[in-house]
């Protein structure tokens, strides 16, 4: 009787932590020209009850160090402002990554460059080509993918940069939006690495005025709902049952 008791247990936390929301957030993100808010908005809007522990601007040692030292349910890069300094910067993202402890999401300006191959190689792409501002227009590939759910509009504002994104190409990741009006190579956006739930993005959401916390709010509820991993905190209780 014990055996089954502890079984049904079990089950009903295992199903809980499918249902839950995640707990523990990281996030490295920018602010400049009005625009870089949107991601840090469509979180607090979905998962309010959530620890997001945000680093906006040249931040990135002290979000390395957290990445490294913390434990997180998932990890969201859009450094449209600031990229990373070094090799070992982008290893650690890598590192992450390849872990599978949960969603990551990853973008930043400077993806035409070579200090983040190891973190691109790691997500299923290559070396984007640097698109400047004002970019070409953006366009969904994969209509009925959740991401694409609602968006009307993909076009960006300006908010001064030179560098307006990435046109990336992709080996095992799949492109869901691009840079041209249907699947071209090379000319990818928002791609699912090969894990099939985090996201690796020549795109920069937060770069739609019009759009950018709806597109967020999508892109988060496909990471997590298309991932398994539970919640680090019920992920301690189910483990009492093991």
């Known amino acids: 009787m ?49 620890t997001i522990t945000s680093y906006v601007g040249n931040t990135w040692p002290v979000f390395i160090s957290q990445l490294t030292t913390g434990t ?14 070094s090799t070992t910067q982008y290893q650690a993202l890598a590192t992450w990554y390849n872990k599978k402890v949960g969603p990551l999401f990853y973008t930043d300006w400077y993806m035409y460059g070579s200090l983040n191959n190891v973190l691109e190689t790691a997500m299923g792409a290559g070396n984007g080509t640097q698109l400047r501002m004002p970019p070409r ?23 001064g940069y030179g560098t307006g994104g990435n046109a990336m190409p992709w080996t095992t990741a799949t492109p ?19 894990d099939k739930h985090s ?28 991932s398994s991993v539970s919640p680090q905190s019920l992920g301690k209780v189910k483990a009492l049952y093991k």
């Open 176 to 194: 869901v939006t691009g840079w041209t009006s249907s699947s071209s190579t090379g000319q990818g956006g928002i791609m699912v690495a090969p």
């Open 72 to 85: 997180w349910d998932v990890v969201i890069v859009e450094g449209h402002n600031y990229r990373g300094t």
């Open 137 to 159: 227009p953006h366009y969904a590939w994969v209509t009925t993918h959740p991401i694409c759910t609602g968006i009307t509009s993909w076009t960006y504002g300006n908010p």
């Open 2 to 50: 014990k055996k089954v008791l502890l079984i049904i247990v079990a089950l009903l936390i295992a199903t809980s932590a499918l249902a839950a929301p995640p707990s523990k957030i990281l996030v490295k993100y920018d602010v400049y020209g009005g625009y870089g808010n949107a991601v840090i908005n469509a979180l607090k809007a979905k998962w309010s009850a959530a």
């Open 199 to 226: 996201i690796i993005s020549g795109y920069m959401p937060s770069l739609n005025s019009s759009q950018g916390e709806k597109i967020w709010a999508n892109i988060l509820e496909f990471m997590w709902a298309s």
